[in-house]
């Protein structure tokens, strides 16, 4: 269990980053769906190398939108 919310935390935490740089590029440019696909492999090694089932995808993928998602509102209060 201790895993699966670290992998959480890391996947929304990568993300958080990505989505902050992601409201900045030009929407649908290489720079920005790069920072959407980017932080996907990171999350993907650490679901193999914690051996995690793959019944929890669809948390890591929440997580990460939400960390995209809370980027970009970031960026967008700040400005």
Same mark, same amino acid.
């Given at each position: 269990?201790?895993? *699966? #919310?670290?992998?959480?935390?890391?996947?929304?935490? #990568?993300?958080?980053?990505? /989505?902050?740089?992601?409201?900045?590029?030009? %929407?649908?440019?290489? %720079?920005?769906?790069?920072?959407?696909?980017?932080? *996907?492999?990171? *999350? *993907? &090694? &650490?679901?193999?190398?914690?051996?995690?089932?793959?019944?929890?995808?669809?948390?890591? #993928?929440?997580? &990460?939108? &939400? /960390?995209?998602?809370i980027?970009?509102?970031?960026?967008?209060?700040?400005?």
């Amino acid at each position: 269990m201790q895993m *699966i #919310v670290l992998i959480s935390l890391i996947a929304f935490l #990568v993300n958080l980053p990505a /989505g902050y740089m992601r409201s900045r590029s030009v %929407k649908y440019s290489i %720079k920005w769906f790069m920072y959407i696909h980017l932080p *996907i492999p990171v *999350i *993907i &090694a &650490a679901r193999i190398f914690s051996q995690t089932e793959s019944v929890f995808i669809p948390l890591f #993928v929440a997580a &990460a939108f &939400a /960390g995209q998602f809370i980027g970009g509102r970031i960026e967008r209060l700040r400005c």
